[in-house]
Antibody
Framework: QVQLVESGGGLVKPGGSLRLSCAASGFTFSDYHMSWIRQAPGQGLEWVSYISSGGSRIYYADSVKGRFTISRDNAKKSVYLQMNSLRVEDMAVYYC???????????WGQGTTVTVSS | QSVLTQPPSVSGAPGQRVTISCTGSSSNIGAGYAVHWYQQLPGTAPKLLIYGNSNRPSGVPDRFSGSKSGTSASLAITGLQAEDEADYYCQSYDSSLSAPFGTGTKVTVL
């Protein structure tokens, strides 16, 4: 079935780094754009980053620009989020989701939790 | 702070109609960008409810409908049911090349 599975979350100290992965299955990954969205504890959804199906278009939220890097490997059917210089305010559940030119975020992963604490 | 503003909460009795507003500006909704809506049940990932202002994905009941006018959009739920108790988020695009979500609205079924 169509599925996205995130991994790579964990506990990291402020200023540290973490790399999140999102593995896709059940659909033609290279046909879809991918996004990362996060949700801090008890807070709303925050769009983080987007990468187009071929990887040529990449966008970031201002809150993570210069610190986070999105990438994808269509052969491995995976999208990644490299997070550097992590801050306490980056602590959240991170979701990956797919989208197409017509239909937005229609399939979401279960999320992976990032905790930033000393 | 999101550029898309929603009321923090709305409530209604079973069977009633409730609406959730999503207010943006000329750089996002007012610029002609589509508005999408998501439902998030407690402890679960969000689910796409409405896309392209008013389109329902397969499987979404027709009790849910969306509309857009000017710099705002609305989600309506008619025939409110207990299972509709959840958080609802709008999303659009912005001329700053971002895709912000709204501030979120908690729907309570009385």
């Amino acid at each position: 079935q169509v599925q996205l599975v995130e991994s790579g979350g964990g506990l990291v100290k402020p200023g540290g780094s973490l790399r999140l992965s999102c593995a896709a299955s059940g659909f033609t990954f290279s046909d879809y754009h991918m996004s990362w969205i996060r949700q801090a504890p008890g807070q709303g959804l925050e769009w983080v980053s987007y990468i187009s199906s071929g990887g040529s278009r990449i966008y970031y939220a201002d809150s993570v620009k210069g610190r986070f890097t999105i990438s994808r490997d269509n052969a491995k059917k995976s999208v990644y989020l490299q997070m550097n210089s992590l801050r306490v305010e980056d602590m959240a559940v991170y979701y990956c989701a797919r989208e197409s030119d017509i239909v937005p975020l229609d399939v979401w992963g279960q999320g992976t939790t990032v905790t930033v604490s000393s | 702070q999101s550029v898309l503003t929603q009321p923090p909460s709305v409530s209604g009795a079973p069977g009633q109609r409730v609406t959730i507003s999503c207010t943006g500006s000329s750089s996002n909704i007012g610029a002609g960008y589509a508005v999408h809506w998501y439902q998030q049940l407690p402890g679960t990932a969000p689910k796409l409810l409405i896309y392209g202002n008013s389109n329902r994905p397969s499987g979404v009941p027709d009790r849910f409908s969306g509309s857009k006018s000017g710099t705002s959009a609305s989600l309506a739920i008619t025939g409110l049911q207990a299972e509709d108790e959840a958080d609802y988020y709008c999303q659009s695009y912005d001329s700053s090349l971002s895709a912000p979500f709204g501030t979120g609205t908690k729907v309570t079924v009385l």
